[in-house]
Antibody, heavy 125, light 110 residues
Framework: QEQLVQSGAEVKKPGASVKVSCEAS????????INWVRQATGQGLEWLGT????????RYAAKFQGRVTMSRDTSRSIAYLELSSLKSEDTAVYFC??????????????????WGQGSLVSVSS | QSVLTQPPSASGAPGQRVTISCSGS????????VHWYQRLPGTAPKLLIY???QRPSGVPDRFSGSKSGTSASLAISGLQSDVEGDYYC???????????FGGGTKLTVL
């Protein structure tokens, strides 16, 4: 059974960094891009970026360029999201999600078929 | 503001059919496929529709998707209280080179 299991809640001070993990099981980790999406309270879903676990290549949303780093440990099938220079506006639930079959930014098809349970990141002084 | 535009709320009586719209542009919905996600209270988002109108296995056929030009719709028939939650449309945007979401629609079963 395919599954993404994320790390637990984090509380950080403004200016600090946070690293969230996402462990994949039940499928071949390196075959499907991992995306990161967040949702602040009362707000909609917001895409942070995507990573190819096979090559390590990343594509980040312009808003987060310079502050976000996506990485992976292929030996353990774990993807990581690191966000630096945290602000109170970064308080949100962060989700990892796997792309579905056939998804590619170069094609007409790109969707997220499996999501982690979410990791709450709270930023407060 | 979200790149894709959805109504903030929708509602219907039990058993009725409701549709949720999603409006975009030629760089996203006009040239890429649309997918829809359901987020029920306290749960992670779940894929409902992909490739404009395809249902993943396990999603009941009371959920259906359609697209015309730069707009898409999600229809939910036979409303029951278990579908109350937030619904989001999404598509890859070729100009922004990223995944874009609608602002979400809160569905209430009256």
């Amino acid at each position: 059974q395919e599954q993404l299991v994320q790390s637990g809640a984090e509380v950080k001070k403004p200016g600090a960094s946070v690293k969230v993990s996402c462990e994949a099981s039940g499928y071949r980790f390196v075959n499907y891009d991992i995306n990161w999406v967040r949702q602040a309270t009362g707000q909609g879903l917001e895409w942070l970026g995507t990573m190819n676990p096979n090559t390590g290549n990343t594509r980040y949303a312009a808003k987060f360029q310079g502050r976000v780093t996506m990485s992976r440990d292929t030996s353990r099938s774990i993807a990581y999201l690191e966000l630096s220079s945290l602000k109170s506006e970064d308080t949100a639930v962060y989700f990892c999600a796997k792309v579905g079959d056939g998804s590619s930014p170069l094609s007409y098809l790109y969707y997220l078929d499996l999501w982690g349970q979410g990791s709450l990141v709270s930023v407060s002084s | 503001q979200s790149v894709l535009t959805q109504p903030p709320s929708a509602s219907g009586a039990p058993g009725q059919r409701v549709t949720i719209s999603c409006s975009g542009s030629s760089s996203n919905i006009g040239t890429k496929t649309v997918h829809w996600y359901q987020r029920l209270p306290g749960t992670a988002p779940k894929l409902l529709i992909y490739n404009d109108n395809q249902r993943p296995s396990g999603v009941p056929d009371r959920f259906s998707g359609s697209k015309s030009g730069t707009s898409a719709s999600l229809a939910i028939s036979g409303l029951q209280s278990d579908v109350e939650g937030d619904y989001y449309c999404a598509a890859w945007d070729a100009s922004l080179n990223g995944l874009v979401f609608g602002g979400g629609t809160k569905l209430t079963v009256l």
